[in-house]
């Protein structure tokens, strides 16, 4: 047992802090909130030229072969800084999913590109009942002379807009079994006309499209992975995900304490600061607590994965306890806050915002309750 | 980064659930509670055993005849301890008493004390709290003027643990009534036996005779028995709350009370014909409270990671034992909920599910969240020692 950081992940994190905080400030987040993209050449430049978009991509396709650990590092930094982008689209789930699940070509043809920053990817899974088990998975794939034809609407696939592919799960046997007959398809943005995307207006202003799939025409070399067997892949990339979702909660939870001390020590009532007094005190304890707690279990389920380890109990723990803490935690902020913290002026509100919209990603707390119900046996 | 134990201390777990399975019998095993004289007669054998094989001072430092083990060993014999309901771990010599001499004690005192506690053959006891001075320790009134080579005490002690059993005491005194509160306070010991000190049983809640008011009358302490300086008392006794407060034994007891009650939700039909770990409300309670044991030992191995690598838990020793204590109070408090009607039945009563183990536990763990510093005073300690804010 050690759970301290070595040598590299504490650059890597120091690294992350210091170029966030150059780059991403208060108005840069406003700004990208009613921005078409979400996010400005500018950002996502450097944002692959410090190797962060190929950060979990190995060596020999261009990426700096690092594991979730050091990934998890720079996303609890964007977490706290709550900076926007196709970022975790691509280097958490693209990656993820053609680095683990690609053959030589597929690697060789995207993943410099997805490094160099050039290619963003986006995952289409979800579907009308919005459920995360391979069940919900409904959209039909036929083979045809062409390779193979997709038919069926996806809900929140996140970036859209911007992606050059597209990670989409469909059915490739209608018999069976859902986890024995689901395929994954990479489709490249060139094949879907535009007007078959729609944007959906969420809490957080993430960018969620209902994308449409109408007999989109995949060649036979779009297969990533093996036909019927896509769903234990895209399992292992919805638990690398959820977990990298936590490690950005973190990071918003971290800012949302770290803020409400700062608001507490200075604002005074009754003639002194409110943060003497023991309601005030013993709730900002409960925060601290929460956040060590989410912070342990996050880089637990992180290096659970990275080594191999474990057996979806550190992950399942992982995303069940943040989905309820992160949004614990800003509601407690936002209480010791008073008024101030409910202006959209007031930073807070953006944490909350993305509490609401992360708990829920890649599986809520009653979903992955439901997984270690059945992991602890019961 | 590593999450996981090393193959050496691995080994260890192994060799010490050997000798847990080879040496000590099922009917030795209890809470460890030690109510009852023949419990007590178990803790004693057992301690005796654990004191032959080193374990019982496996973190002492090896030039006080300890084991000098990492950490992690400590961590992961008080996991199995707890987990296998093992009696004959001791906490006032050993693991409070003890480490306090080592910093703060003469050589002659270290000589004279430490070896008898390592051997497991003297019982110490703790008298800190008053009747009225309990989270405001340092407010302690027990007095004790200088007469020669002796201190004369006179005052009362309450909530003392084990004072019965006990061959020893250390305990705090005012020695000087006129300094600020904090800077008046000696640490003395004394033997039980010492004319003047009388112990007056107190019952608990749960039925139990484990705590007592322990009266001084006129009670001759001689000067060599001062810990530290005089009036310095303060200071020696907050090394030894430090030490007091750390722990992984909250977790691994809720973890086997958990393993229990899933058995038993397994075996039990309810009302519909299922069985009971199929009721999704059961389901989602057994799942809450694993995340939280959970949660506790994740704390827990925070704080032992911390001390392995020369750091000082302050504010994360505080939220372990928050955590722990709340921990095992739901996990008891479930338990007695999923026995239903059954929940209340004593230990020892015909019909008694779970040898009536979740009712005498639910009402002693009433306890945890107050003994060794209340949950209310756990968070002013976050609060201000940790997080840094003004005190009020
Ligand atoms: C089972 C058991 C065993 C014990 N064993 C020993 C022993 O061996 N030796 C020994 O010396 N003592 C022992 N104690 C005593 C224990 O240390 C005290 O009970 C504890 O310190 C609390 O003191 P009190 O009971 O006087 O409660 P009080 O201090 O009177 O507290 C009452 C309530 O007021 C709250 N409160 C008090 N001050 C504050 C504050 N500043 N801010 C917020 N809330 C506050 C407390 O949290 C609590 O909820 C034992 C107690 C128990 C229950």
Same mark, same amino acid.
């Given at each position: 047992?050690?759970?301290?950081?070595?040598?590299?992940?504490?650059?890597?994190?120091?690294?992350?802090?210091?170029?966030?905080?150059?780059?991403?400030?208060?108005?840069?987040?406003?700004?990208?909130?009613?921005?078409?993209?979400?996010?400005?050449?500018?950002?996502?430049?450097?944002?692959?030229?410090?190797?962060?978009?190929?950060?979990?991509?190995?060596?020999?396709?261009?990426?700096?072969?690092?594991?979730?650990?050091?990934?998890?590092?720079?996303?609890?930094?964007?977490? +706290?800084?709550?900076?926007?982008?196709?970022?975790?689209?691509?280097?958490?789930?693209?990656?993820?999913?053609?680095?683990?699940?690609?053959?030589?070509?597929?690697?060789?043809?995207?993943?410099?590109?997805?490094?160099?920053?050039?290619?963003?990817?986006?995952?289409?899974? /979800?579907?009308?009942?919005?459920?995360?088990?391979?069940?919900?998975?409904?959209?039909? +794939?036929?083979?045809?002379?062409?390779?193979?034809?997709?038919?069926?609407?996806?809900?929140?696939?996140?970036?859209?807009?911007?992606?050059?592919?597209?990670?989409?799960?469909?059915?490739?046997?209608?018999?069976?079994?859902?986890?024995?007959?689901?395929?994954?398809?990479?489709?490249?943005?060139?094949?879907?006309?535009?007007?078959?995307?729609?944007?959906?207006?969420?809490? +957080?202003?993430?960018?969620?499209?209902?994308?449409?799939?109408?007999?989109?025409?995949?060649?036979?070399?779009?297969?990533?992975?093996?036909?019927?067997?896509?769903?234990?892949?895209?399992?292992?990339?919805?638990?690398?995900?959820?977990?990298?979702?936590?490690?950005?909660?973190?990071?918003?939870?971290?800012?949302?304490?770290?803020?409400?001390?700062?608001?507490?020590?200075?604002?005074?009532?009754?003639?002194?600061?409110?943060?003497?007094?023991?309601?005030?005190?013993?709730?900002?304890?409960?925060?601290?607590?929460?956040?060590?707690? +989410?912070?342990?279990?996050?880089?637990?389920?992180?290096?659970?994965?990275?080594?191999?380890?474990?057996?979806?109990?550190?992950?399942?723990?992982?995303?069940?306890?943040?989905?309820?803490?992160?949004?614990?935690?800003?509601?407690?902020?936002?209480? /010791?806050?008073?008024?101030?913290?409910?202006?959209?002026?007031?930073?807070?509100?953006?944490?909350?915002?993305?509490?609401?919209?992360?708990?829920?990603?890649?599986?809520?707390?009653?979903?992955?309750?439901?997984?270690?119900?059945?992991?602890?046996?019961? | 980064?590593?999450?996981?134990?090393?193959?050496?201390?691995?080994?260890?777990? *192994?060799?010490?659930?050997?000798?847990?399975?080879?040496?000590?019998?099922?009917?030795?095993?209890?809470?460890?509670?030690?109510?009852?004289?023949?419990?007590?007669?178990?803790?004693?054998?057992?301690?005796?055993?654990?004191?032959?094989?080193?374990?019982?001072?496996?973190?002492?430092?090896?030039?006080?005849?300890?084991?000098?083990?990492?950490?992690?060993?400590?961590?992961?014999?008080?996991?199995?301890?707890?987990?296998?309901?093992?009696?004959?771990?001791?906490?006032?010599?050993?693991?409070?008493?003890?480490?306090?001499?080592?910093?703060?004690?003469?050589?002659?005192?270290?000589?004279?004390?430490?070896?008898?506690?390592?051997?497991?053959?003297?019982?110490?006891?703790?008298?800190?709290?008053?009747?009225?001075?309990?989270?405001?320790?340092?407010?302690?009134?027990?007095? *004790?003027?200088?007469?020669?080579?002796?201190?004369?005490?006179?005052?009362?002690?309450?909530?003392?643990?084990?004072?019965?059993?006990?061959?020893?005491?250390?305990?705090?005194?005012?020695?000087?009534?006129?300094?600020?509160?904090?800077?008046?306070?000696?640490?003395?010991?004394?033997?039980?036996?010492?004319?003047?000190?009388?112990?007056?049983?107190?019952?608990?809640? !749960?039925?139990?005779?484990?705590?007592?008011?322990?009266?001084?009358?006129?009670?001759?302490?001689?000067?060599?028995?001062?810990?530290?300086?005089?009036?310095?008392?303060?200071?020696? *006794?907050?090394?030894?709350?430090?030490?007091?407060?750390?722990?992984?034994?909250?977790?691994?007891?809720?973890?086997?009370?958990?393993?229990?009650?899933?058995?038993?939700?397994?075996?039990?039909?309810?009302?519909?014909?299922?069985?009971?770990? #199929?009721?999704?409300?059961?389901?989602?309670?057994?799942?809450?409270?694993?995340?939280?044991?959970? !949660?506790?030992?994740?704390? *827990?191995?925070?704080?032992?990671?911390?001390?392995?690598?020369?750091?000082?838990?302050?504010?994360?020793?505080?939220?372990?034992?928050?955590?722990?204590? #709340?921990?095992?109070?739901?996990?008891?408090?479930?338990?007695?909920?999923?026995?239903?009607?059954?929940?209340?039945?004593?230990?020892?009563?015909?019909?008694?599910?779970?040898?009536?183990?979740?009712?005498?536990?639910?009402?002693?763990?009433? !306890?945890?969240?107050?003994?060794?510093?209340?949950?209310?005073?756990?968070?002013?300690?976050?609060?201000?020692?940790?997080?840094?804010?003004?005190?009020?």
């Amino acid at each position: 047992m050690d759970l301290s950081l070595d040598d590299t992940q504490q650059l890597v994190r120091n690294s992350a802090r210091d170029f966030l905080a150059e780059s991403v400030d208060r108005l840069y987040v406003r700004d990208m909130e009613d921005d078409e993209r979400g996010y400005t050449d500018e950002f996502w430049k450097s944002v692959a030229e410090l190797g962060w978009t190929g950060m979990i991509v190995p060596e020999q396709h261009g990426g700096a072969g690092m594991s979730l650990i050091e990934l998890s590092l720079v996303l609890e930094e964007m977490g +706290a800084a709550a900076a926007p982008g196709p970022f975790f689209s691509t280097a958490v789930v693209g990656a993820h999913a053609i680095s683990a699940h690609g053959n030589d070509d597929q690697k060789s043809k995207y993943l410099p590109r997805l490094v160099s920053g050039e290619l963003i990817t986006s995952l289409a899974i /979800l579907e009308g009942g919005a459920s995360w088990e391979a069940g919900g998975i409904r959209m039909s +794939a036929r083979r045809s002379e062409d390779g193979w034809r997709l038919n069926g609407e996806k809900v929140f696939v996140a970036d859209a807009g911007v992606a050059d592919l597209f990670i989409v799960a469909a059915r490739t046997g209608e018999n069976g079994p859902p986890e024995e007959s689901i395929t994954l398809f990479l489709v490249e943005a060139s094949t879907i006309e535009n007007n078959k995307m729609e944007r959906l207006e969420s809490v +957080a202003d993430d960018r969620y499209y209902v994308v449409d799939f109408q007999d989109v025409v995949v060649p036979p070399d779009g297969v990533l992975g093996e036909v019927d067997g896509g769903w234990p892949l895209l399992k292992q990339t919805l638990d690398l995900a959820a977990v990298a979702k936590c490690a950005e909660m973190v990071g918003g939870s971290r800012r949302a304490v770290d803020m409400t001390l700062e608001y507490v020590k200075e604002r005074v009532q009754f003639g002194r600061p409110i943060g003497t007094f023991q309601a005030v005190q013993h709730r900002a304890a409960e925060m601290a607590t929460d956040l060590e707690i +989410a912070r342990q279990f996050t880089y637990r389920a992180a290096w659970a994965l990275s080594e191999g380890k474990g057996d979806g109990t550190e992950v399942a723990t992982a995303k069940a306890f943040l989905s309820e803490k992160f949004s614990e935690i800003c509601a407690s902020a936002h209480q /010791l806050h008073g008024a101030i913290g409910y202006t959209q002026e007031h930073d807070l509100q953006i944490y909350s915002r993305r509490a609401a919209s992360a708990k829920v990603a890649f599986g809520d707390a009653r979903h992955h309750r439901e997984v270690l119900a059945e992991l602890m046996g019961l | 980064m590593r999450y996981e134990f090393t193959a050496e201390e691995e080994a260890f777990r *192994a060799e010490l659930l050997e000798w847990i399975e080879n040496e000590v019998p099922e009917d030795l095993r209890g809470i460890g509670r030690a109510a009852s004289d023949e419990e007590w007669e178990n803790e004693l054998r057992v301690r005796r055993q654990l004191a032959d094989k080193g374990w019982l001072t496996l973190a002492w430092p090896t030039e006080y005849g300890g084991q000098g083990a990492p950490m992690m060993q400590q961590v992961i014999f008080n996991e199995e301890m707890v987990y296998h309901r093992i009696p004959g771990r001791e906490p006032f010599g050993t693991r409070m008493l003890a480490p306090t001499l080592m910093v703060h004690g003469t050589e002659e005192q270290r000589r004279k004390y430490l070896p008898p506690i390592a051997r497991g053959e003297v019982q110490w006891c703790q008298g800190y709290s008053e009747p009225d001075s309990g989270s405001d320790l340092a407010s302690l009134q027990m007095r *004790a003027v200088d007469d020669g080579d002796d201190f004369v005490v006179n005052g009362s002690k309450i909530w003392t643990s084990l004072a019965h059993r006990a061959d020893w005491i250390f305990f705090l005194v005012r020695t000087d009534p006129d300094a600020p509160k904090h800077r008046g306070i000696s640490f003395l010991l004394a033997p039980m036996d010492t004319p003047g000190i009388s112990v007056e049983p107190i019952i608990n809640m !749960a039925g139990h005779h484990s705590f007592n008011q322990v009266f001084f009358e006129d009670v001759r302490v001689p000067k060599e028995n001062l810990v530290g300086e005089l009036n310095r008392g303060w200071y020696v *006794a907050a090394t030894l709350l430090d030490f007091e407060r750390s722990g992984v034994d909250y977790p691994a007891q809720a973890r086997r009370t958990l393993d229990d009650l899933i058995e038993y939700a397994h075996s039990t039909l309810g009302a519909d014909g299922e069985p009971l770990s #199929k009721d999704p409300d059961i389901r989602r309670k057994f799942v809450e409270l694993s995340i939280e044991t959970d !949660a506790a030992r994740s704390i *827990a191995y925070e704080v032992a990671d911390m001390q392995a690598h020369g750091e000082i838990p302050n504010k994360e020793a505080s939220m372990s034992k928050t955590l722990g204590t #709340k921990l095992v109070q739901d996990v008891y408090g479930f338990g007695v909920d999923l026995l239903g009607m059954y929940g209340q039945l004593r230990p020892g009563s015909p019909r008694a599910v779970l040898e009536g183990r979740m009712l005498d536990m639910q009402l002693t763990t009433v !306890a945890f969240t107050i003994f060794a510093g209340t949950t209310e005073i756990q968070k002013n300690i976050i609060a201000t020692r940790g997080l840094g804010l003004p005190r009020g």
